[in-house]
């Protein structure tokens, strides 16, 4: 990401990895929260597509990664996610580092997870715990019909991407 991004987006430990500090809009309605701008965002990481999941206590999803599609993750609660990030680029400055974060209820975060990021998130709370995600890639091709862009590694035990 070689674009000037506003000065509240947090870098985190992995080179291109951003985190979005998601704010919450409260009145006696309820709350509305912005999960995307794409003035904010670097066109390479607009979304094609949007999905959210529900995850149960306890339960973990990846870790995964992708060999072209960047995840545009968003952590509002309810609940509480440990996020976990390995960057498995070996043409980047920071291959080889990890970065573990806990967001959502509490902490609410927006996450760019570029192309080859192993990525990983466990629901650490004891309610269940949506996620949404804006990909920038379409899963699964123009109508479903190419290989899914993504590279399991959850059910390899010999894996260097573990969960604590």
């Not at 985190?12 to 929260?33: C, E, S, Y």
Request: charge should be negative; include cysteine.
């Amino acid at each position: 990401m070689n674009v000037s991004l506003p000065k509240y987006i947090e870098r985190g430990p992995i080179h291109d990895v951003a985190w979005i500090p998601l704010k919450f809009h409260l009145d006696a309605r309820g709350w509305l929260v912005e999960l995307f701008r794409n003035d904010l965002i670097p066109p390479e990481f607009h979304p094609v597509m949007a999905y959210v999941s529900m995850t149960r206590p306890g339960v973990a999803r990846g870790p995964h990664e992708h060999t072209d599609q960047a995840d545009y993750f968003c952590f509002t609660g309810p609940s509480t996610f440990r996020v976990y990030l390995w960057d498995a680029r070996k043409d980047s400055p920071t291959f080889g580092e990890k970065e573990v974060r806990d967001v959502g209820e509490v902490a609410p975060y927006a996450l760019i997870v570029p192309a080859r990021i192993v990525h990983a998130y466990k629901n650490v709370g004891n309610v269940d715990g949506l996620v949404f995600n804006a990909a920038n890639r379409l899963y699964g091709g123009w109508l479903k019909q190419e290989p899914v862009d993504e590279i399991r590694h959850e059910k390899d035990p010999n894996s260097p991407y573990q969960l604590e």
